[in-house]
């Protein structure tokens, strides 16, 4: 199971309804305004407590676009858009949020 | 995905419609269902989830009158005649609400997060309203 996050999580309460309802062992990827929840701040609040039981990835270049790159927390894997897409053909199931 | 779009599962596929917005102020909830009646209609094994404010669109006694916009709370009602009856509500985005199951519209499955989470990944496609 992949979760696609796309909303900052202080707009949005979409990133703590998919780790609240999120299985052990799935994979989030937070892109566009969602990988603001990956810089150390918001990761402390919110993906700390999930990054043990769920893989945390977040698209590189919308983290370089909106100049975060050297603020991510540490679990979160960076991704390249051709990355994203295997991780989106290696999963079953997706879910985009909104 | 992949592997389905290029026709190795047959039959009807497991849809997971997962609505989170209330009635009214914007369009999801009303385009979920739209989207549920389509599914329906071509025999595909479909599920409601009601997540955060998407519990909302199963109140009773809505009154749209005031507003001008069509009240579509009726059909969740007529879901039952298209043989979908797989409405699930996540017990904690209830219970945040002061909402009890039995004051919804329909009758539905009270699952908690964790329950829902594996029902959606159970799914085939799962569509966000």
Redesign the interface.
């Known amino acids: 199971?992949l979760h696609i996050i796309n909303k900052s999580p202080f707009e949005s309460?979409?990133l703590e309804?998919c780790l609240?309802?999120?299985?052990p062992g799935?994979a989030v990827i937070l892109i566009e305004d969602g990988v603001y929840a990956a810089t150390t701040a918001a990761a402390q609040a919110r993906l700390h407590a999930a990054s043990g039981r769920l893989r945390v990835y977040a698209l590189a270049p919308d983290i370089e676009a909106r100049g975060m790159q050297e603020r991510i927390a540490t679990g979160v894997e960076l991704v390249d858009f051709a990355g994203f897409v295997d991780l989106?053909?290696s999963h079953?199931?997706?879910?985009?949020?909104? | 995905m992949a592997e389905q779009a290029q026709g190795k599962k047959a039959g009807p596929k497991k849809f997971a419609l997962v609505t989170r917005h209330a009635p009214h102020g914007t369009v999801y909830a009303l385009e979920a269902l739209e989207v549920v009646l389509i599914a329906a209609t071509f025999d595909q094994d479909v599920s409601l989830v009601f997540l955060d404010d998407g519990v909302y669109a199963l109140a009773k006694g809505q009154k749209t009158t005031g507003i001008e916009v069509k009240n579509f709370s009726p059909t969740f009602r007529a879901l039952d005649d298209y043989d979908v009856n797989k409405l699930y509500v996540e017990r904690e985005s209830l219970q945040a609400r002061g909402i009890t199951a039995d004051s919804l519209l329909v009758p539905v499955e009270v699952l908690d997060a964790k329950q829902i989470g594996e029902l959606i990944a159970q799914q085939d496609v799962v569509l966000s309203f």
């Open positions: 199971m309460s979409s309804s609240r309802v999120a299985q799935a989106v053909t079953n199931t997706v879910q985009s949020w909104l």
